[in-house]
């Protein structure tokens, strides 16, 4: 037998949700030891090595320190759980660097050379709001990593669609990490009463970004109790239709406002399934659901090729990559047709479909005899529109936007 005792580790406070999201509050779990991690990633001080593994009080950097080292190896744990083949960050190196602090801005980034975090004083709030100390924006950005790791291709690619769905894919990421969470998954059941479309939570992210860059910048830059919620009704519409920019409460095609419609088709998925089969969702029924959907999504990114129409090649991939679970491929599609994001559609009539209190109406096991997956939807769109040329500036930085 092992020896316990050889292996266990100090423990810290962790915060499994945004600081500022209402439930659980804050955990104390061992600290983790990312050295084990394959991809690794290594969050770095200004000074260097970071402080022993303690119970640090939060507000303080070293609380900060680890709650960012824990955030990460969680976001590192729960996509090779969901991908196995991710073993490598972007162009083969095993170890990506976080800087837990960086200076003064209310903003995180990722540029493949490390993932950036700052800290901005909120006098409104009556604290210093770290970025790295909330979940949502670490694994945020920790996704723009993996996804760079997956399709390196769509770094540079110049499309309002693939910008935007790298902005859904960080999203994702975090809300795929936090609901690993049990004390969250409880918190969520208990919050919704099981009506998981209802916004909560989780579906809200960065919960304190947000609420800082209210107080500071005015309320047209984030709705009120996040900077952007998953639990939303916006639709696809091409992105030369849309305004370069607009206040958070309407679709623009700036990548993180654009963004918020393939991550509302994720997360109506997600709040489906974790209902199905019985009816209400429970703790078991969300870790497969989110599972299911994070694995066959990411597997679909690998898959899709590149075009213009991103959002929906990745949909149609999606798709084919659920074909062993009818179910679940038809309440995926349906989600994607609802959106806008996929064409065509069953008629209101005929489909299975959600009530205005998020419950879903219907059989859905006959979503998947709806269709043959992979089969109806028309090809793709053309290649090489107006909007596939347009050049972004240089570098490219994966900013969590708040200004
Ligand atoms: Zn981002």
Redesign the pocket.
Known sequence: MTDQSDSSRPPIRYYPDDPLALNPNLEDVEAPDPLTDRPRVRVVDTTGALPPPRHYEPGTRAFLDWQLEEALHRGVVRWRSLLPEFTAWQGGRSTLEAVADEGVDLN???DRRALHFFHRDDPQLGRRVWSGESPDVAC??E??AVLDALRPDLWDAASFEVAAF??AF?DISALLVVLDDENVRRSLLEQTSGTLRKSNDVSRLAEELGRAARDLFGPSVAPPGCLRDAANAFTYRPPAELPTDAPASHLSRE??SFSRVFTGAFYDTFAALASFPAGVPDSDSIVRASSLLGSSLARAVRRASLESRWMRAVGEAWVVELAFDPAAAGVVRLALERRRIAPGGPSEAEAPHWDEHGSFVGDLRALGRLREPGLAWPGPGTRATHEWRIRHGAPRL????VA
């Open positions: 995180a980034f990722y945020h950005e996704g723009h790298h902005e960080g990548p993180h994966r900013r969590l936007r």
